[in-house]
């Protein structure tokens, strides 16, 4: 019997149980998980960080009012009630590079152990929630290995272990597993577009020898980026992602790609840009920053980002969808109003051609 599905087939990103990407810390007390998160996030400030953790009242009233408190340099403190929910959490969690979960409360999909003769009841009542320990910390250099942990896993005693003091080699442990989960990057080629200035597809227009939309692929393709066209129509090759936000010009095509893939970042690059080449898209990986919502290029007199020479992470999908949901169309108001990376150059690079006279005196100035 064919099973009932009540949705649709959607390609998901992929999470850990609350976050893109967690590690539980558990094994001693929450003093000593709260501070030696507090000493690796500062080895590892390049990144966007969280700690998950739970309240210690024994009584917590529910707040009537939500209070969201904001410094007048940015700083924002937030109290409010509510109940813990993956699908709220990972939303909430979906902009940081690793969330650090306090694991005497909540099971982790990664786990960093503390072994702590104090709490050895502790760990052997969490002992299922083991499934996936990244390395061990010792409170103590003479503290031995629980038995119940070598019967349960043969092999602990293989994984590395640090003393407790130990954090700058923490922190790159840490490091190296936030790092496993960078998102790789695809291209994104937008083709389509009216035209109405030029009065032909700009996308097809000859600069070096061929349509400037296969120019264009293969730049980012030299750059070994598996590549996409994005179209309007219903496209049936496997190298074209199809509108599925309707009428929304490159903000659509941006979706729609997040759509099929919301685990890779993606590389966009209008075709009305010819003087863009592959130095400046060397330059624009070589800086990229995943910490951001995305990289993107501005011209040096320009005030604003180019929103279509940008690379956009995963973490920017549910922003723009946010932005689409108050009625905002625009992946530059987006940009702009969030945290970027911003690649600097200068303007005669990032010219848009739209008119048949610029495009002639474009192709004479690219010719010699």
């Known amino acids: 019997m064919k099973k009932h599905k009540k949705h649709a087939n959607l390609e998901r990103r992929n999470n850990d149980n609350f976050a893109p990407n967690e590690i539980s810390i558990l094994g001693t007390n929450c003093n000593n998980i709260s501070d030696l998160v507090s000493k690796v996030s500062e080895k590892l400030s390049k990144y966007k960080l969280a700690y998950f953790d739970a309240s210690h009242a024994k009584d917590v009233a529910e707040n009537r009012l939500s209070e969201y408190v904001f410094h007048h340099e940015g700083n924002l403190q937030i109290t409010k009630s509510g109940n813990i929910n993956k699908f709220e959490q990972r939303l909430q969690f979906s902009q940081y590079d690793s969330i650090f979960i306090n694991g005497n409360h909540y099971q982790g999909a990664k786990q960093i152990l503390i072994l702590d003769e104090a709490k050895e009841a502790s760990v052997l009542k969490r002992l299922e929630q083991l499934d996936n320990i990244q390395f061990m910390v010792k409170l103590k250099s003479e503290t031995e290995y629980f038995d119940f942990l070598v019967e349960k896993y043969p092999n602990i005693k293989n994984k590395i272990c640090y003393t407790i003091d130990e954090v700058d080699a923490i922190a790159n442990h840490i490091n190296n597993l936030v790092q496993e989960k960078i998102a790789p990057i695809k291209g994104l080629v937008l083709v389509g577009g009216k035209s109405t200035r030029m009065g032909t597809d700009k996308s097809e227009l000859n600069y070096f020898g061929k349509a400037q939309k296969n120019h264009v692929k293969n730049l980012l393709e030299n750059q070994n980026l598996q590549t996409f066209y994005s179209v309007g129509y219903e496209g049936n090759k496997v190298d074209e992602i199809s ?126």
């Open 243 to 368: 509108d599925k936000f309707i009428n929304l010009g490159p903000f659509g095509g941006i979706c729609s790609a997040f759509q099929k893939d919301p685990n890779s970042a993606w590389f966009v690059l209008a075709t009305d840009v010819p003087f863009v080449d592959s130095t400046i898209i060397q330059q624009l990986l070589k800086h990229r920053n995943p910490s951001k919502v995305a990289t993107a290029i501005k011209g040096k007199s320009k005030e604003f980002v180019e929103p279509l020479i940008t690379i956009y992470e995963p973490k920017a999908y549910p922003i723009l969808l946010q932005y689409l949901a108050q009625g905002y169309s625009c992946p530059r108001k987006m940009l702009i109003n969030s945290d970027v990376e911003i690649v600097e150059i200068d303007d005669a690079f990032i010219r848009n051609i739209n008119t048949p006279e610029e495009f002639e005196a474009a192709k004479k100035e690219i010719k010699n």
